[in-house]
């Protein structure tokens, strides 16, 4: 059962978008993000990207958290149907 829900939140995250303000200037890989800046975060752009999930992503598959949360996704806050964090 706990397969099923993550597999549905996973395609259909309960939010779409989640908005996060810079509390300070910080180097995010390449890209310089000044304090003041607000990021959009597109979790079902990120829920569906290959390079984090593998070519599966458009397929209802809840075997792919059989093994855990660690072992599906390429890094471990790829998956946030509800939110994360300050």
Same mark, same amino acid.
């Given at each position: 059962? &706990? !397969? ?8 259909? =995250? ?7 303000? @810079? %509390?300070?200037? $910080? ?6 993000? #000044?304090? &003041? ?5 597109? *979790?079902?752009? $990120?829920?569906? /990207? ?7 992503v !458009?397929?209802? /598959? =809840?075997?792919? +958290? @059989?093994? &855990?949360?660690?072992? *599906?996704?390429?890094?471990?806050? %790829? +998956?946030? =149907?509800f +939110?994360? &964090? #300050?």
């Amino acid at each position: 059962m &706990g !397969m099923i829900l993550n597999e549905v939140h996973w395609l259909f =995250p309960i939010m779409l978008q989640l908005t996060r303000l @810079a %509390s300070k200037d $910080m180097q995010l890989r390449d890209i310089f993000v #000044p304090k &003041g800046l607000v990021l959009e975060i597109l *979790v079902l752009h $990120m829920h569906h /990207d290959p390079q984090l999930w593998g070519e599966s992503v !458009m397929e209802f /598959d =809840p075997n792919r +958290f @059989a093994k &855990g949360m660690s072992k *599906v996704c390429q890094h471990q806050q %790829s +998956f946030i =149907p509800f +939110f994360f &964090g #300050p």
